[in-house]
């Protein structure tokens, strides 16, 4: 499986709150994924102070043999 990306942006019409990106990447995580939480500014907002950013939740299947290496 390749990476797979969430998104929300912020200001948008459709908000995801710190709790939910937790909430979910908790679950991801349950469920045997790796999860990566980013948070970048959206492009064409020209820099502004108060542009929209964009969060994104990714997530991918972890080799399991890898996962129980470093799990011990």
Same mark, same amino acid.
């Given at each position: 499986?390749?990476?797979?990306?969430?998104?929300?942006?912020?200001?948008?019409?459709?908000?995801?709150?710190?709790?939910?990106?937790?909430?979910?990447? /908790?679950?991801?995580?349950?469920?045997?994924?790796?999860?990566?939480?980013?948070?970048?500014?959206?492009?064409?907002?020209?820099?502004?102070?108060?542009?929209?950013?964009?969060? /994104?939740?990714?997530?991918?299947?972890?080799?399991?043999?890898?996962?129980?290496?470093?799990?011990?």
């Amino acid at each position: 499986m390749k990476r797979q990306v969430i998104r929300s942006i912020r200001k948008g019409s459709v908000q995801w709150s710190e709790e939910d990106r937790l909430q979910l990447s /908790t679950l991801l995580i349950k469920c045997g994924y790796a999860v990566r939480i980013n948070r970048q500014q959206v492009e064409g907002s020209g820099g502004k102070k108060n542009g929209q950013m964009e969060y /994104t939740v990714e997530f991918w299947e972890v080799d399991d043999a890898v996962h129980e290496d470093r799990m011990g």
